[in-house]
């Protein structure tokens, strides 16, 4: 595995060694500018619309932000972590992507960074390797995409990304989508409210796997999981789930990190291969 597999591999719940994973299924980080360990700026709320395809997803991502600075706007950096940008195998690529600040669309600006752990919370810097005395490990290279926000004292700013990325999954036929909050650990404060919404195309709910649902493939033959279990999804129909956390620290509560779609791996037949 190259050094991007191994980043996700320590944001992400274990995956086979014969996994790919989708790109753009991480949040957006503020590029330096911290004020102790966080930034000055709170996510008040993230909205996730995910449809989950066959072969691809396509996300509606929605962050309300509000600056806690008192007295002047303040200037933040935002990146979006593009881990489809290092060409590796195991990495599935965006095939659309777009971005809006209050409304308005904008030209994100592709740029090399770091990102590495200060205390076990997620950071991401611009420019030179920070090599940070601080650091929990050596920080790993990474492309970001990035937007110039101004945050007024007095309002909230949204941010929006909208993108389509290839699903993940396995040579055992299992189709995987994964979204991390961890980058919201380093947002000042917690994070108000996130809100996941799931419509299914081409699936039902009986085709993910579930942990404690009913079992369509022998447990130790299943690689990857849907997370978190079904009972904390609202189940809309038989096409569509809901969920919601509140108020929560994704750099301490470890239920709260990320989300996972993963469909039931196809059974092999008696020539050890998955069937289409």
Request: hydrophobic share 35%.
């Amino acid at each position: 595995m190259k050094w991007c597999f191994l980043f996700l591999l320590s944001i992400l719940p274990a995956l086979a060694n014969d996994s790919s994973v989708n790109a753009g299924g991480i949040g957006p980080e503020p590029m330096g500018n911290y004020e102790g360990d966080e930034s000055v700026i709170r996510m008040v709320s993230e909205s996730i619309d995910i449809i989950f395809r066959k072969e691809t997803s396509e996300v509606v991502c929605r962050f309300t932000f509000r600056s806690t600075k008192k007295g002047a706007p303040a200037k933040q950096i935002v990146g979006f972590p593009d881990m489809a940008g290092t060409d590796e195998s195991d990495m599935g690529h965006i095939q659309e992507m777009h971005t809006k600040v209050d409304g308005k669309t904008v030209q994100a600006e592709k740029k090399r960074g770091w990102a590495y752990h200060v205390n076990g919370v997620l950071r991401a810097t611009l420019g030179e390797n920070p090599l940070t005395k601080d650091a929990d490990s050596q920080p790993i290279p990474m492309d970001y995409f990035i937007v110039n926000v101004e945050f007024p004292e007095d309002r909230d700013v949204i941010i929006e990304r909208h993108y389509i990325s290839d699903n993940g999954g396995s040579v055992a036929g299992d189709k995987t989508f994964f979204y991390t909050t961890e980058t919201g650990g380093v947002w000042r404060g917690t994070i108000g409210q996130a809100d996941f919404h799931v419509t299914l195309e081409g699936w039902t709910v009986d085709d993910l796997a579930f942990e404690d649902g009913i079992q369509h493939v022998e447990p130790r033959k299943q690689d990857s999981w849907c997370s978190p279990n079904k009972s904390e999804w609202s189940v809309v129909s038989p096409t569509e789930l809901k969920l919601t956390w509140k108020n929560f620290e994704p750099a301490a509560h470890s239920s709260r990190k990320s989300i996972s779609l993963a469909t039931w791996r196809k059974q092999a037949p008696p020539d050890g291969k998955p069937e289409n």
